[in-house]
């Protein structure tokens, strides 16, 4: 979620390039309560001082301190963000909004280049901050980077927002029911009505924890709470349009609406938006942090969350509608999100049979539903979405991570990685298939990884993996690949967030090189090796489209890009064309091929005012392009397909 858009934690200890360092924070856009609570602040911090400044506050105000400590226990976990905002745009323990253009262009959304972006992130929803600015006389960045004045921020706005839904100031905190909803910022009476509820759960079994920063916060139990929960209707909140799921029978499944403002109604596939890909995720958080953070105004969503314990479903988004959850507002228009609770860092701990067999039969329903192949260049990882600009390549998120069984869930949905292994000759295409179980992979884990605080250091893990490791040069010693965006030309590194220099099960590639027990392939524009003895990590692939520059090499290579929006003069009088770049450090040099997803479809674009679809006359191949998807134009490629040698090595 998982969230750009990220906040910084503690720096590793083993030195790494920048751009790695950032892309680290980038696992998914659902970082919101952890399940394990440590103190990582300086022992001669007050411990206590957080706890006074919401006592001070709640008395400044006239806001009961429980209700004031439980609406920031499910904000923010009391936690001060450490003066950066949050995932999902907010700040402080209060989460206070403060979305900007390039919040939603770089975060879930992916709206770089879009026209309509200052629109979108003008929703008053997205600014409390500047309401509570308004309300303390306190400066934006006093309320963005100092925790006793968000907190003061805070309680003010609850306080303005018992005013406005006509409630009477009240010591009792069951008075506050209506002014709890009205903080959640939801358009949707469900929404509002879950954070309200979510908020008084806490003030029932009370709640404690040490902060990232070393507070030592609590909240007592309250008995005898019983709130007023007719003041909902005071907020006069329509209901969401859709308040039934669409999951198969064969699943538990209940819908709770994510905030209107995560996301856009849509009308998919009948406006002509076609629905091609499925995007699996994990949270990096609990399942039930995850729904709240998809509720909460100014983030990402997705259209499902799944369980790890028993693969319950929630659906938190229509179908027909956009989620913000991949990053690029492209694959955003054209898939479905999934999320799954679980950490990516954890191994594969978190991801239960119960969750596999589950998703398996969402997807299935999904794939029949919306005519999705199933396979791995349809059904895909949050890790395989490109960023839509160079600028953005580098923080895209890396779940599920290294330790989602590939190879199993394809075969419980019915599309198993099978064959013969082994690999044709050069200029055919493989399948990566080394296998999960014992495909045992050595990764480096580090502190930034791993949100639940379980990992102090940072320490080399062996453990089950779905990849082939990348390197130079056809030899165990041989450098790692480093991508381009997050290296600058030096070499990859084996820390599990490195996914630059990683082929993934199910990918497809075109051959490149044979030599002896090592195959090369064409990856993002280079030549690359992985250890293949007699093909046991591969099967090979037939009927597969390739596409290839066709051009000398006194020429550029073929442009790449991150997303698929028409041409500016494609666009109809009175809507703004969104805009895109080639992705300055990609491209497909004379001579390489690599392996199309899907057959060319029209650029496209969306408006959610009306409900325009713009379509342009140009086509564009989705491609392998390395661990990531990538756009080509059609026009810039020549395309075949390989007569893939039946010989096997």
Not at 31 to 44: F, I, L, N
Not at 338 to 354: D, L
Not at 533 to 552: E, Q
Not at 623 to 637: K, S
């Amino acid at each position: 979620m998982t969230t750009e858009r990220t906040p910084r934690r503690r720096h590793a200890e083993r030195r790494r390039p920048l751009l790695l360092a950032a892309a680290a924070l980038a696992v998914a856009g659902a970082v919101a309560v952890p399940v394990v609570a440590q103190a990582t602040g300086d022992s001669s911090t007050d411990t206590s001082t957080r706890q006074a400044d919401f006592a001070a506050a709640a008395a400044e105000f006239d806001v009961p301190e429980q209700v004031l400590l439980a609406v920031a226990y499910q904000q923010s976990a009391w936690d001060a963000h450490a003066g950066q905002h949050s995932t999902d745009g907010g700040f402080g323990p209060m989460h206070l909004t403060d979305v900007t253009p390039s919040m939603l262009s770089a975060g879930d959304a992916g709206m770089a280049g879009r026209a309509d972006v200052a629109e979108l992130a003008a929703d008053s929803a997205l600014h409390t901050l500047q309401a509570a600015a308004k309300l303390t006389g306190l400066s934006a960045k006093e309320l963005r980077t100092d925790a006793k004045a968000n907190i003061r921020g805070g309680a003010a706005l609850l306080a303005s927002y018992q005013e406005s839904t006509g409630g009477k100031a009240s010591a009792d905190p069951d008075d506050w029911y209506g002014a709890v909803a009205r903080y959640s910022q939801s358009t949707q009476r469900q929404g509002a009505r879950a954070f309200a509820d979510r908020v008084y759960a806490t003030l029932k079994k009370g709640a404690k924890r040490t902060t990232a920063d070393g507070q030592r916060m609590a909240l007592a139990p309250a008995t005898g709470v019983t709130p007023a929960t007719g003041q909902l209707d005071r907020l006069r909140l329509a209901s969401a349009a859709t308040a039934g799921t669409e999951c198969p029978t064969t699943v538990d499944c209940t819908f709770v609406p994510s905030a209107p403002s995560n996301g856009q109604v849509s009308d998919r596939p009948a406006n002509g938006i076609r629905i091609d890909s499925i995007v699996i995720h994990d949270t990096e958080s609990s399942y039930e942090s995850a729904i709240a953070t998809f509720q909460t105004a100014g983030g990402s969503s997705a259209h499902y969350v799944m369980r790890s314990a028993d693969g319950a479903v929630t659906q938190m988004v229509p179908t027909k509608d956009l989620a913000f959850h991949a990053g690029n507002y492209s694959t955003n228009m054209h898939s479905v999100g999934i999320e799954h609770e679980g950490y990516a860092a954890h191994g594969a701990t978190w991801y239960t049979e119960a969750q596999y067999e589950a998703t398996a039969e969402l997807v299935k329903y999904l794939a029949e539903r919306f005519d999705i192949p199933l396979d791995r260049q349809h059904i895909i990882g949050h890790d395989n979405v490109v960023g839509p600009t160079s600028a953005t390549v580098s923080g895209m998120h890396w779940d599920p991570g290294p330790s989602w069984d590939w190879e199993h869930f394809m075969a419980l949905v019915g599309a198993p990685l099978t064959g013969r292994h082994g690999v044709g000759g050069v200029g055919s295409v493989v399948t990566i298939a080394p296998g999960f179980a014992g495909n045992r992979q050595t990764v480096e884990v580090c502190p930034s990884d791993d949100p639940t605080g379980a990992t102090p250091a940072c320490t080399d893990v062996e453990q089950p993996a779905n990849f082939v490791q990348l390197r130079t040069a056809p030899s165990s010693t041989a450098p790692l690949f480093g991508d381009q965006a997050i290296h600058s030309g030096g070499d990859g590194t084996d820390r599990i967030n490195d996914w630059g220099s990683t082929a993934q099960a199910g990918q497809q590639f075109v051959v490149a090189g044979k030599r002896g027990a090592w195959t090369a392939i064409w990856f993002s524009g280079s030549k690359v090796w992985f250890h293949n003895p007699k093909g046991r990590n591969t099967v090979p692939a037939h009927g597969v489209t390739i596409v290839k520059s066709g051009r000398t090499t006194d020429v550029p290579p073929v442009k790449v890009y991150g997303s698929s929006y028409p041409d500016a003069a494609e666009y109809p009088a009175g809507y703004g064309a969104s805009t895109q770049a080639p992705l300055s450090v990609y491209g497909i040099p004379s001579g390489q091929a690599y392996v199309a997803t899907a057959a060319p479809a029209l650029t496209d674009d969306y408006f959610k005012a009306d409900g325009k679809v713009v379509f342009g006359a140009k086509k564009m191949y989705t491609i392998q392009y390395n661990h990531r998807t990538a756009l080509v134009y059609e026009g810039d490629v020549t395309a075949q397909f390989p007569a893939n040698p039946h010989g096997h090595s």
